[in-house]
């Protein structure tokens, strides 16, 4: 499908020439985006595993036993993306053991979590920021703050030309719009998004990801929050009640097409085809979280059961258990905390879970020990590799 979807503008970066280019408006015109077909089958399956993915989330007693782990597990691959080489493993470690020094990657990732933590509270607040582009600006800002991006204008809309690819501006695999143009660019997606249109809610997530993305209004950082924006989105339009889908593991696995797909919006207009990789993606994701939610809730039934029939069985023990969703990684002052008891309780805790094969020490010393809930981790960090 052929279309203009917007216009170039020469500009000169560093001494070079070159074609920067400003998105139109959304909606897709001439001719308009249409679900139909196999846009519209593709769509009905998206929606469908939203809904199954949804139905997951209340199997559990509390939604924040898979929301821990799955919001972390969407920043460590949204991060991969743009070339954090951290690890889900690495940042539980790192919230467990709360070492006082975080490595630059996992600091990210943290951030990523700490952004989205914060723009989610946001709009919930009664006088808090509604989805706007300074609610982003301000999550901008915590997903950059001390990390390796901290230079490049954190929660602040850039005042110069950037690029995407290349080593240069004059051989850049796509050039966003001037600086100059972004306000109104960002000014005319957010009246999108809050405006009436025709299209269903799921195919407009992907459309405002795609226009975030061309343009482009950070020097550091657009990628990340332009997932986040996804997020967002599908709990802001009641896709999700809360951020359970982690989108980024697709766009990883598919990263070449991921970015294929935008450029051909830009290159040929061709919206049809980068909304049905989007809504492939979210098929691919959801059905992946339905998976490991549905075996972390048998895990979860199977232990338990297994730890009601364990002999040094205790109350603090069967209460620590029930925080293992949320914290698969603890030691034994991390334990005392949460259970706010002495040193001995919980103890016997860990060892009681421990001797029920629940929990494993790694660290294989007899002080500053750390144990892991092996078999909830081994289903959780499924596909969170860096890449290579």
Not at 205 to 212: C, E, N, R, W
Not at 270 to 276: F, L, Q, R, S
């Amino acid at each position: 499908m052929g279309r203009v979807t917007g216009t170039y503008r020469t500009t000169v970066v560093a001494g070079e020439k070159v074609r920067a280019f400003l998105p139109h408006p959304l909606p897709p015109r001439d001719p308009p985006l249409l679900i139909v077909g196999d846009l519209a089958a593709l769509h009905a399956n998206a929606v469908a595993a939203l809904g199954r993915l949804a139905v997951a989330g209340l199997m559990v007693p509390s939604a924040a036993w898979f929301l821990y782990g799955f919001v972390r597990k969407e920043a460590v691959i949204s991060s991969q993306i743009e070339g954090t080489q951290a690890t889900l493993m690495d940042v539980l470690r790192y919230e467990a053991t709360r070492k006082t020094e975080r490595p630059a990657d996992v600091k990210e990732i943290c951030n990523y979590v700490d952004a989205l933590a914060f723009a989610r509270a946001e709009i919930a607040r009664p006088k808090g920021l509604p989805l706007c582009s300074r609610l982003l600006a301000e999550a901008h800002k915590r997903l950059m703050r001390r990390t390796r991006g901290a230079e490049k204008q954190p929660g602040t809309v850039r005042t110069s030309q950037n690029r995407i690819g290349g080593d240069r501006p004059g051989n850049a695999r796509f050039v966003p719009p001037p600086h100059d143009a972004v306000p109104k660019a960002l000014a005319d997606l957010e009246h999108w998004i809050h405006g009436a249109d025709p299209l269903p809610p799921l195919v407009r997530a992907g459309l405002a990801h795609a226009q975030f993305e061309t343009i482009h209004p950070f020097l550091d950082g657009n990628g990340r929050i332009g997932r986040l924006l996804v997020g967002l989105l599908l709990e802001h339009w009641g896709l999700l009640g809360t951020p359970l889908l982690y989108l980024s593991l697709a766009f990883k696995r598919h990263r070449a097409e991921y970015y294929d797909a935008l450029m051909a919006i830009r290159v040929k207009g061709d919206w049809e085809g980068w909304t049905a990789f989007f809504l492939r993606c979210v098929c691919e994701s959801a059905k992946d979280a339905v998976g490991a939610a549905e075996r972390l809730f048998r895990l979860l039934g199977d232990d338990r059961r297994g730890m009601m029939r364990h002999e040094a069985t205790t109350i603090p023990t069967v209460r620590l258990f029930d925080l293992l969703p949320e914290h698969p990684i603890v030691t034994l002052s991390v334990v005392m905390e949460l259970l706010k008891t002495t040193k001995p309780t919980a103890g016997k805790a860990l060892d009681a879970l421990r001797r029920a094969g629940i929990l494993r020490e790694t660290t294989g010393k007899r002080r500053d020990r750390v144990y892991a809930y092996d078999k909830y981790l081994k289903v959780l960090v499924e596909d969170t590799a860096a890449i290579a």
